[in-house]
């Protein structure tokens, strides 16, 4: 594990250095790591950003300093306590994760070319048919690595890697909520309108941020998501 | 209890010290680009220090005020009238029923934070009244305002007002007005920066950079010597804060703001430092900018030397307000 500054008022804690090779591992280590340091509530700790290899914590460094002392520093003494309120793994603990698992949430995706954009050019690159990079899509089992770039954007991790397909030499400036996209080796969704560069193969009907509720988002890192395939008329009557 | 939006201006927005608690949704901090000054703005006129405000982009806002009020501004240069009357950066004003505020354009810098007694009442939304103008919600209706809009006002705090007209005195003067052409910002390593040559840091610390038009609330683009990295590895993407300066392949560094994204994959040459932002909230296209690099401890140091002459000033106006 290795923390590094963020600028003076956060940082970041590295659990791995390398995701590819490993990573139900390190995404279940990510998961650990932040749910032990949302549980410690290090005092002048404001928020946690999990990512793929990585959690960053924001902070208050005069927060820090206050409850403290700080003698060592500020980014020394809250790195001291980040130590100490990660624990290595144990084994009940991973009997635990292995007992429970992630929960399991289905996505209803209409792949008409309607809504998936780039489905042509998707089969072009992997050299498959439409019809073919559909199914393999939703044969895929999914988790959510992180959310972020816009509130409620889904990384998934577990991409079939014969469907990667890199993302458009230029991005599209306007993206409609609910695309279902393949940036690279990633699938994810777009919760709202928004730029970008990933091709698009499909849209789903569900609001994925809604920021009204608490959580604001419907996946979560680290659930386990599977695509279903839906009609235009399925995606009409569910939205 | 309102205010009339005359004309909304270029951009203006209502926003308080920033959404927090929910980044690892995605959701990024939005709030006042210089909250410090929104502070002092704030406790200037009598309020929590937290309340909302109104961010004034380039200038251009007319205010109709439908009761009496205390205002103030902070942020870069900007000629404010009410009437009239010339109302400075970090100077205080009692507002009658009827009054107009105008914000004339920005001579330096871009954007001012105006603080009016009691705060702009907009429901909060996870947590904050600031609007998330990326992803259209907080503030009013999730976007800036319009010209015709209603601006909510919530009751004035119990406090005589300190002033009849347009105070005399004033916040200190780099509080109130932090704008430069040419300015300086204080930076610390970023995380990648090893990952860049000696000629690029160089570059990076020795070089002006100018400030592209296409610079908005998430970010400014630099243009200058090109910055470029020694490996070409794919980078796993992590978290980016307010204040980290990245590097995309085109080699032009962009410095991350406020509407910043919560996690980016482009490599971190340097993170500029909290007491800095606000200067860094100022640039506007066509200004130069030079980096300097500090320790964490001075950075740290800085911050809290700050935040003690803030907590005298706060003893100060309490003492004044008796």
Known sequence: MEIVPLGDSALVVRVREQFEDAPEETLEEVLRVFQLLQRAAIPGVIELAPAYMSVAVFFDPIAVFKSNGAANGVFDELAKRIRSAVVPASRRHRRRIAARGPRLIEIPVCYDPEFGFDLDRVAEYTKLSEREVIDLHITGEYRVACIGFVPGFTFLAGLPKNLATPRRDVPRKEIPAGSVGIGGAQTGIYPLRSPGGWNLIGRTPLKLFDPTKDPPTLLCPGDRVRFRAITREEFESLK | ?322
């Open chain 2, 1 to 322: 209890m309102t205010a009339i939006v005359q004309r909304a201006g270029f951009l203006t927005s209502v926003q308080d010290l920033g959404r927090t608690g929910f980044r690892q949704f995605g959701v990024s901090t939005s709030g006042a680009l210089d909250p410090f000054a929104l502070r002092v703005a704030n406790l200037l006129v009598g309020n929590d220090e937290g309340a909302a405000g109104l961010e004034i982009t380039l200038g251009g806002l007319h205010l109709r005020f439908e009761d009496e009020r205390i205002v103030a501004w902070c942020g870069g240069e900007f000629d404010v009238q009410i009437g009239s009357r010339a109302l400075p950066p970090g100077h205080v004003a009692h507002l009658q029923r009827g009054d107009e505020l105008k914000f004339g354009r920005a001579q330096i810098g871009c954007r001012c934070w105006l603080a009016i007694s009691g705060g702009t009442d907009v429901p909060l939304v996870l947590g904050s009244r600031s609007t998330d103008l990326r992803a259209n919600f907080g503030g009013i209706e999730g976007r800036a305002l319009r010209d015709g809009d209603v601006v909510l006002l919530a009751r004035r705090p119990g406090l005589s007002p300190l002033v009849t007209g347009i105070s005399r005195w004033t916040a200190p003067h780099d509080w109130a007005s932090r704008a430069s052409r040419h300015p300086n910002l204080r930076f610390l390593r970023g995380v990648d920066w090893s990952r860049f040559d000696d000629v690029t840091i160089q570059r990076f610390t020795q070089h002006e950079f100018s400030v592209s038009t296409d610079s908005d609330r998430m970010g400014v683009r630099l243009d200058g010597p090109e910055l470029k990295r020694q490996d070409e590895t794919d980078l796993i993407s992590e978290a980016v804060a307010p204040g980290t300066i990245q590097v995309p392949p085109s080699g032009k560094p962009i410095l991350l703001l406020g509407d910043c994204q919560t996690i980016g994959g482009y490599p971190k040459i340097a993170h500029v430092i909290t007491v800095d932002l606000g200067v860094a909230a100022q640039l506007r296209a066509g200004d130069g900018v030079r980096f300097f690099e500090v320790s964490l401890q001075d950075a740290h140091r800085l911050l809290m030397e700050r935040e003690r002459d803030l907590e005298r000033f706060r003893i100060g106006l309490s003492l004044q307000r008796g």
